[in-house]
């Protein structure tokens, strides 16, 4: 494979890797009960900070990266438990109350966690080295990324949900119970993700297929969210 060929593949995987990522925020923003401006907002939030991310690249140190990253589990544990806890919730108060709380629990799938943060710094660095680019460049190249992505999949995922009548708050509270689930399964089931902090952040490798079975397995868990809330309202109508 020449250098050309490599450094598109990296490039390429890198910036799927950021589409999985706003995938996940757009599943948040497209079940709650937002308006498309507050998405937009929000998707601008991801733009500046990845922006950001952009300019640090080389001003933070990778020993500090590659200790969060030490860290990951925890994390990832932590989030797994809120996103479980919170999506209960919120199915709960809407199916017993009709009190509607995804304006507030969408964040644990859709607010810029440590761990997304991380990633998109990570994103930023090997981007940097696999282009010829300025590091503000890299970052506003990550963060339209981000920005599309957000945009796209949050309102491809309210027009469907509107579509099947699942539009509520229990597909949401199920979309996060499902990534809960899988937070807390992912450091289990994918190995390298417990080998990342001894791998130098260069040198990581990159697995299209594994990146677009990710894609998929979190595309998946929006419709199983937004399916399972559709079922339920046709065996239950007068809910």
Known sequence: MTDAATTSLIASSVLIGVAILALKTGLGCGFASLRRREVVYLATVYLVISIIMGYLI????LDLTQNILAAGVTMHLVIAAGLIYFG????RQWLSKRRDLSRKTFLWLSIPCPVCLTATFLACTVLAG???RSNITIGLIVGLVFF????ISSFTVSFLAKRSGSKDPSALGTTMILFGLFYMLS???IPAYMQAQTVPIPGIPVDIGETLLSFALMAALGVIGFVGAKRRRDENPEN
């Open 88 to 91: 209960i919730r919120t199915k």
């Open 148 to 151: 599309a992505g957000i945009i």
């Open 187 to 189: 450091p289990l089931i």
């Open 58 to 61: 080389g001003v933070i140190p």
């Open 130 to 132: 696999a282009i010829d």
